[in-house]
């Protein structure tokens, strides 16, 4: 089963330091070496939001109504089960401290 694992940002999240870069290195090397990572990146603050109705399509800036809220960064694992998922993102927030994940099951 494949899940994508976002992380928002609030904008109060302090700087990384070099324990965490460290950790998050460790981290992702062990989720390669399992073949649990399938992808792995940030992702810019700024985006759009297209919108289809009744065959009219808008564009507007997005992709959050709170500027606040950005997702940042992202992880695409492959793991047997939504528990697995949930553990693997329960060691991610423990890692970085405050803030927000979401997972969803990847389909197709």
Known sequence: MR????????????????KLYADMAA????????GQLLATGGL???????????????TVDGPFAEAKEVAAGFALIEVA?????IELC???????GD???VIQQ???
Not at 90 to 96: A, E, I, K, P, W
């Open 27 to 34: 981290f992702v090397q062990e989720l390669s070496a399992t």
């Open 90 to 96: 329960r060691r991610f927030r423990r890692m970085v």
């Open 44 to 58: 810019a603050p700024a985006g759009t939001v297209l919108t289809s109705k009744d065959g009219e399509i808008t």
């Open 99 to 101: 803030g927000t994940s």
């Open 3 to 18: 899940y994508l694992m976002t992380s928002v940002s609030t904008g109060t999240t302090p700087a990384p330091d070099e």
């Open 81 to 85: 089960d939504e528990a697995e998922a």
């Open 106 to 108: 990847v389909f197709g």
